[in-house]
């Protein structure tokens, strides 16, 4: 095991996966680091959601492991290792009846005991409600989800990911539907999580947000192509050459920006 | 902000629970020639025999299969994620009806048959053939891990059985007359054995559906989710699939096919409350109940002194309720 993977939350190494004979993952090794979040880009098809689902233990790689503080996936209990990793779908259901604020305190279900039988605590509550603040949801919270636009109901089950209060957060495409405005306010929440020695790994498409993040992974064809900070020039050549040069990464002030080529 | 009370399911809990008593006293006194006031019939030996040992029973067991129905679809709407669920879709009905028609067909001709039919009653081998018919499907699909496995076999089963039902009564005709108060869902021959074992079924299913509750509560975010979110699922689903089993299957042994109200209860309730499963399942438990007292008092006045089939009733009123709310696209 290498230093980086030893002093990782959560690490994945050699990790192959496969839907039938084909293989969507290929000989993976990545490290996530507390304190820090790590943006997974690539293209439609790259594999980034399978990886996610494996890093959550929702998934059985064919080859390879995922090691959450240094113990393999598997040797964890489901309850142990729902409170340590918080996972958000690409694709929630978008039908259901119950309230917002039902919804969020189901991210509490790992800390209620077996089957989330026992009552919730004030810090339960605390943990719903500063959910709710964070994703600018408390003015909704009575309102059922299926009565809710696109950008609400992401911001619901953000919520519900966040009240977990998980060490590692897994989000794929956590901004999905989201206004500018609370594009920022995630930005804001994510590294605020990561400062709070969480880490945070997400999904995104949007590559601007995704360049605000503390370290990048860019993935083609079940292949992890390059890891590097925001800043490495590797990495944004390697973003460039996934995205087949339709855009370039440029440098706007002291921020970085990917620009669409026309 | 305060956490939400979800006062509107104890209004709606009260309410039902209100209705439940008022029909309780209608049905206590609907007899075939129209109604009489059961405390006044209270004085008269004959009436009070006809309304503890007829009326009294009928009312409570119908009010018990509309509570296990409305609680069964709740957990199985639940469970397939799927607001058109309802408790027969695992096999239970067809198990029941099958059961019932092999040990008629066959209690004439074979001593085994008629030995069988004597030892358990004809509730007692459809509650078998009930759970059979859950059993085949939960082996069909190899277990309860896979939703859309376990809902196909389901269909499977309940087609092929059903079949096979069917095959039989075209040879018999006398043993479709027989099985036809099964079939079409009688509350009639309901007495206080009956009300005892529905009774025994609601206070074993309702406790253990509402332990699974938070269950059916993650469920509703996708599998997925719910498994992140420490859920054993293959466990849980086991257990979902018992209620379901047990509810539905007391159900069916003791008043036949009743149509339905499974399928509309939960969405009654609803409609006039937003409610996480714990609620949502004592709710559409009192909101079957309701349901079928009230279609059995309805089955009992409308054509008296004849007698409309309950389940025709719970067919008809629910066919028009589910056009209704097809047509206001509430599902």
């Avoid at chain 2, 085994?112 to 939960?138: E, K, M, N």
């Avoid at chain 2, 059903?162 to 007495?191: D, H, I, K, P």
Wanted: charged letters at 10%; one cysteine or more.
């Amino acid at each position: 095991m290498s230093s980086d993977a030893a002093s990782a939350l959560l690490s994945v190494q050699g990790l192959s996966a496969h839907f039938g004979h084909t293989a969507v993952l290929q000989n993976i090794d990545l490290a996530c680091h507390a304190g820090q979040w790590l943006a997974v880009v690539g293209p439609n098809g790259a594999g980034k959601s399978t990886l996610l689902r494996c890093m959550a233990g929702l998934l059985m790689p064919s080859r390879g492991q995922v090691l959450l503080e240094g113990v393999a996936m598997p040797h964890w209990s489901a309850s142990a290792r729902a409170r340590q990793v918080s996972w958000l779908s690409q694709q929630a259901q978008d039908d259901t009846p119950m309230t917002v604020y039902d919804t969020v305190a189901l991210g509490r279900l790992p800390h209620q005991g077996w089957m989330g039988l026992s009552a919730r605590t004030m810090l339960d509550e605390q943990a719903i409600q500063t959910a709710l603040t964070d994703t600018d949801m408390t003015q909704s919270a009575l309102r059922p989800l299926n009565a809710l636009s696109g950008g609400e109901r992401q911001r619901a089950w953000l919520a519900r990911a966040l009240a977990v209060h998980a060490s590692v957060l897994l989000l794929d495409e956590p901004n999905a539907h989201l206004d500018a405005p609370h594009q920022r306010l995630l930005t804001r929440v994510l590294r605020r999580e990561a400062a709070q020695g969480r880490a945070v790994v997400s999904v995104v498409h949007d590559l601007s947000l995704a360049l605000a993040a503390d370290r990048l992974a860019v993935m083609a064809q079940g292949r992890l192509l390059a890891v590097g900070t925001r800043d490495d020039q590797v990495v944004h050549r390697a973003i460039e050459q996934v995205f087949d040069q339709a855009l370039a990464i440029v440098q706007v002030q002291d921020r970085w920006m990917a620009v669409p080529q026309i | 902000m305060r956490r939400p009370a979800h006062g509107s399911v104890v209004v709606v809990c009260g309410v039902l629970i209100a209705l439940s008593v008022a029909l309780c006293v209608l049905g206590l006194g609907a007899g075939s020639s129209g109604w009489h006031n059961p405390f006044a019939a209270w004085q008269d030996v004959t009436e009070r025999q006809i309304l503890l040992e007829i009326r009294a029973p009928r009312t409570l067991g119908a009010w018990l299969v509309g509570a296990l129905l409305g609680l069964s679809g709740a957990v199985a709407q639940g469970l397939f994620r799927n607001p058109l669920a309802e408790p027969y879709l695992l096999g239970s009905s067809s198990g029941a009806t099958l059961a019932l028609a092999m040990v008629l067909s066959f209690s004439g001709q074979s001593a085994l048959a008629s030995s069988i039919a004597g030892r358990f009653g004809v509730t007692g081998l459809a509650f078998v053939g009930a759970l059979g018919g859950v059993a085949l499907t939960l082996f069909i699909a190899r277990g309860a891990s896979h939703t859309l496995r376990l809902l196909l076999s389901g269909v499977v089963v309940g087609v092929v059985l059903g079949a096979l039902t069917s095959l039989m009564t075209v040879w018999s005709s006398e043993l479709w007359r027989t099985m036809q108060s099964f079939m079409l869902g009688n509350t009639g021959l309901l007495g206080w054995s009956a009300c005892v074992v529905l009774l025994v079924a609601w206070v074993l299913t309702l406790p253990l559906a509402l332990l699974l509750a938070r269950v059916l509560d993650a469920l509703t975010l996708g599998d997925e989710t719910a498994r992140s979110l420490g859920i054993p699922l293959g466990w849980a689903r086991a257990a979902l699939v018992m209620v379901l089993a047990l509810s539905a299957g007391a159900a069916v042994a003791q008043a036949g096919l009743i149509a339905f109200v499974g399928l509309a209860a939960p969405h009654l309730v609803r409609r006039h409350t937003q409610t996480r499963h714990s609620g949502l399942l004592v709710a559409a438990s009192l909101m079957g109940g309701v349901l079928l007292q009230g279609a059995d008092v309805l089955a009992r006045w409308a054509i008296a002194p004849e007698e409309l089939p309950v389940g025709v009733l719970t067919a008809v009123l629910g066919g028009a309720y589910l056009l209704w709310l097809m047509h206001r696209r509430a599902v």
